[in-house]
C-alpha cells in the first residue's frame, strides 16, 4: 500500500512540475516542451529529489512516446508519405552515413575513440534525431502538414527503423570478429522488419477495419478507447519483442486506423491520452540531466552542442537541396532535425554495457542531448529569417538559379491579366475551378509532384516550387497578374510570400487565407486586401441560411454578411483562437 501511495505522489508531483513549467515556459512566449525539461531537471533526483522513485515515471514516458507515435500514425497520411518517399529512404540514407562517416573519422583523428569500431557507434548515436521533439514542436507550431513537416517526419520515421538494425549490430561491433558474421546480423534484422511490415499490412487490410467495426457498432466509448490503446500498445510489444523500436509499432498501429472510416474518431480518442503521457515523456528526460556535470564540464559540453548541431545541419540542408527543394524547406529541415534523439540514450545503454563507451562519455552526452532538445524549439523560430537572410546573398542565389530551376508547362512570359494561385490543395484546387469555369486565367503555384501531375493532366498553367521563394515569384509574372490568391497550409509560407509580392507589385490585389484570428490582422497589416478566415466563413454561411429560415429580408443578410467581413470578423473574435 505504501508502494502504491508513493507511486501516486510521484505521478501527482510529475504532473504537477509539468503543469507549472508548462505554463511558465508559455507566459515567456516559448513552447511547453521547454517548461517541461525544465521541470523534470529541478524534481529529478539530480535536482531537488522530489521523486523517489523514477523507473515508474520512466516506464509512463515509455507510454508517452507510443501514444505520441500512434497519433502521428494515424494523421500521417501515406499518400503525403508517398510524395517524399525519396527523401525519405535515400536521404535519411545519406544523411545517416556521412554523419556516422564523418564523426567516425573526427574521432579517429583526434584520438578520441580506441578503434574504427567505437567511431563508427559514436556515429550512429549522433545520427539519430528526436521523432518526439520534433513531432511535439510541429504540432505546437501547426506545421505537420507542411512540406518541411512531412519530410523532417519521414526522414525520422526511416531513422527509426534504422535503430532496430542499430540495436542488433552493436553487440557484434562490440565482439568484433565473433561466431556470428556482421552480415547475418543485418540479414536478420532486415528479415524481421520486412515480416513485420508485411504482417502489419496484412492485419490493416483484413483484422483491424473489421475489430474495429465491431467495436463501433457498440456504440461503447470506453470499449472503442481501449481497443484503440491494446491496439497501439499491442503492435509496439510485438516491435519490442522482435529487437526494434516501440515507437516503430505504435506509429505502424496509428497507420493501420488511418486508412479506415473511424480515423478522425481514434484521433479524438487519443490525443488527451497522448498530451497526458507525452508530458511525462518530456519530464523524464529533463530528470535524465545531471546539473553538475553540466557546470563541471560546460565549455566542452556547449562545443560538442555547437559541433552536432551546426554539423548535422550542414550535412542536412545539401541533401534536401539536392533532391529539389527550396532553400526555405532545406533551412527548416535542416534545423529541424539537427539535434541528438532521445532514443539514442537506448543505443548508448546498450553500448555501455558492450563497452563501447565510457560512464563519463555517457554522462557527457546526456547532457550534451539534452540540451540539443531544448534548443530545438530555439532552431526552429531561427530558421525563417536564416532562409531569408540567404535570400539576400548574391552568390546563393546564383547556386539556386541552378539547383531551383522551376518547372513550368506554360511560356511565363507571355501571361497577363491573370490570377496567381499560391497552393493546389483542398481551397486553392476550387478556386482554380471556380475561376477557370468563369473564363479567368490562372497560374498556379505549387510545390507537390501529385498536385502537379493533376495539373499537367488537367492542362491548367503552373510553376512547380514553393510559393515563398523569390525565384519562383520571379516567373509568376505578378506584375501583370490582375490578383494573387494566397491559399497555402502553412502560415509562415503565407506571410513571408505576402511580403515578396507585395514588394514586387505595390498595387496588386492579393487575397489570403487565415489559420488562426491573430493572423487576420497580421495579414492584413502586411498588405493583403482581403483576409478569409475559413471558420469564420463556415459560421457565416450556416448563420446565413438560419437566419433566412427565421425571416430575415435577404438585404438585410447581404448587409450584415458584408459589414462583418469589412470589419475582419472582430464582432465575432471574443474567445476565438
Same mark, same amino acid.
Given at each position: ?197 508485411l504482417g502489419a499490412v496484412l492485419a490493416g487490410r483484413w483484422v483491424v477495419p473489421v475489430i474495429i467495426r465491431e467495436v463501433a457498432i457498440t456504440e461503447s466509448s470506453e470499449l472503442f478507447l481501449l481497443t484503440l490503446i491494446a491496439l497501439c500498445l499491442g503492435v509496439a510489444l510485438v516491435t519490442a519483442e522482435l529487437g526494434l523500436s516501440i515507437e516503430i509499432g505504435a506509429f505502424v498501429a496509428g497507420l493501420m486506423i488511418a486508412e479506415i472510416d473511424y480515423a478522425d474518431q481514434a484521433l479524438a480518442k487519443v490525443l488527451p491520452l497522448r498530451d497526458t503521457f507525452a508530458s511525462l515523456f518530456f519530464v523524464s528526460i529533463g530528470m535524465l540531466i545531471d546539473p553538475q556535470v553540466l557546470v563541471d564540464n560546460f565549455g566542452g559540453i556547449l562545443g560538442l552542442v555547437s559541433l552536432v548541431m551546426v554539423g548535422k545541419a550542414l550535412i542536412?540542408?545539401?541533401?534536401? $537541396?539536392?533532391? =529539389?527543394?527550396?532553400?526555405? &524547406?532545406? %533551412?527548416? @529541415?535542416? +534545423?529541424?532535425? *539537427?539535434?541528438?534523439?532521445?532514443? !539514442? ?18 554522462? $557527457?552526452?546526456? =547532457?550534451?542531448?539534452?540540451? &540539443?532538445? %531544448?534548443? @530545438?524549439? +530555439?532552431?526552429? *523560430?531561427?530558421?525563417?529569417?536564416? !532562409? ?190
Amino acid at each position: 500500500m505504501a508502494a502504491e501511495l508513493g507511486f501516486t505522489l510521484d505521478l501527482m508531483k510529475v504532473l504537477g512540475a509539468a503543469a507549472v513549467g508548462g505554463y511558465l515556459a508559455s507566459r515567456l512566449k516559448q513552447p511547453v516542451l521547454l517548461g517541461y525539461l525544465a521541470s523534470g531537471l529541478v524534481i529529478g533526483p539530480l535536482g531537488l529529489k522530489l521523486i523517489s522513485d523514477t523507473g515508474n515515471i520512466q516506464g509512463l514516458a515509455e507510454l508517452g512516446v507510443a501514444f505520441l507515435l500512434f497519433a502521428l500514425g494515424v494523421q500521417f497520411s501515406l499518400e503525403e508519405l508517398n510524395r517524399v518517399r525519396n527523401i525519405a529512404l535515400q536521404g535519411s540514407l545519406f544523411q545517416m552515413g556521412l554523419t556516422a562517416g564523418l564523426v567516425s573519422l573526427v574521432a579517429l583523428a583526434f584520438g578520441w575513440v580506441d578503434g574504427a569500431g567505437q567511431g563508427l557507434f559514436w556515429g550512429a548515436l549522433l545520427s539519430l534525431s528526436s521523432t518526439a521533439v520534433v513531432l511535439k514542436t510541429l504540432t505546437e507550431r501547426g506545421e505537420i502538414n507542411t512540406r518541411h513537416g512531412q519530410i523532417m517526419l519521414a526522414v525520422l520515421i526511416a531513422q527509426d527503423l534504422a535503430l532496430g538494425l542499430m540495436l542488433a549490430v552493436v553487440p557484434a561491433i562490440a565482439q568484433g570478429s565473433g561466431e556470428t558474421p556482421l552480415w547475418q546480423v543485418i540479414a536478420l534484422v532486415v528479415l524481421k522488419v520486412s515480416s513485420f511490415l508485411l504482417g502489419a499490412v496484412l492485419a490493416g487490410r483484413w483484422v483491424v477495419p473489421v475489430i474495429i467495426r465491431e467495436v463501433a457498432i457498440t456504440e461503447s466509448s470506453e470499449l472503442f478507447l481501449l481497443t484503440l490503446i491494446a491496439l497501439c500498445l499491442g503492435v509496439a510489444l510485438v516491435t519490442a519483442e522482435l529487437g526494434l523500436s516501440i515507437e516503430i509499432g505504435a506509429f505502424v498501429a496509428g497507420l493501420m486506423i488511418a486508412e479506415i472510416d473511424y480515423a478522425d474518431q481514434a484521433l479524438a480518442k487519443v490525443l488527451p491520452l497522448r498530451d497526458t503521457f507525452a508530458s511525462l515523456f518530456f519530464v523524464s528526460i529533463g530528470m535524465l540531466i545531471d546539473p553538475q556535470v553540466l557546470v563541471d564540464n560546460f565549455g566542452g559540453i556547449l562545443g560538442l552542442v555547437s559541433l552536432v548541431m551546426v554539423g548535422k545541419a550542414l550535412i542536412v540542408l545539401p541533401i534536401v $537541396l539536392g533532391f =529539389g527543394y527550396s532553400l526555405k &524547406t532545406a %533551412v527548416l @529541415t535542416s +534545423l529541424g532535425i *539537427n539535434q541528438i534523439g532521445e532514443f !539514442s540514450f537506448v543505443l548508448a545503454i546498450v553500448g555501455l554495457e558492450n563497452g563501447l563507451i565510457s560512464q563519463e562519455a555517457y554522462l $557527457l552526452l546526456l =547532457g550534451t542531448t539534452a540540451i &540539443t532538445l %531544448v534548443m @530545438t524549439p +530555439l532552431a526552429f *523560430n531561427l530558421a525563417p529569417a536564416l !532562409s531569408t537572410w540567404l535570400y539576400q546573398r548574391p552568390a546563393v542565389l546564383r547556386l539556386l538559379s541552378r539547383l531551383e530551376s522551376p518547372d513550368a508547362n506554360v511560356h511565363l512570359d507571355e501571361m497577363s491579366g491573370h490570377v496567381v494561385v499560391a497552393g493546389y490543395g483542398r481551397v486553392g484546387h476550387v478556386i482554380v475551378n471556380l475561376l477557370r469555369q468563369q473564363g479567368h486565367p490562372v497560374l498556379v503555384l505549387e510545390n507537390s509532384e501529385a498536385a502537379v501531375q493533376t495539373m499537367r493532366h488537367e492542362k491548367i498553367p503552373f510553376v512547380m516550387g514553393d510559393a515563398d521563394s523569390e525565384l519562383i515569384l520571379a516567373k509568376a509574372s505578378l506584375a501583370s497578374a490582375k490578383a494573387l490568391v494566397i491559399a497555402l497550409p502553412d502560415p509562415i509560407s503565407t506571410r513571408l510570400l505576402l511580403r515578396r509580392a507585395r514588394a514586387i507589385a505595390p498595387r496588386l490585389d492579393i487575397i489570403a487565407r487565415a489559420h488562426t484570428t491573430k493572423e487576420l490582422d497580421q495579414l492584413s497589416q502586411l498588405g493583403a486586401q482581403e483576409v478569409v478566415q475559413p471558420e469564420f466563413e463556415a459560421a457565416l454561411a450556416l448563420c446565413t441560411h438560419l437566419l433566412a429560415t427565421l425571416g430575415q429580408i435577404d438585404d438585410q443578410l447581404d448587409t450584415t454578411m458584408a459589414k462583418i467581413r469589412a470589419n475582419h470578423y472582430r464582432s465575432l473574435r471574443s474567445n476565438v483562437s
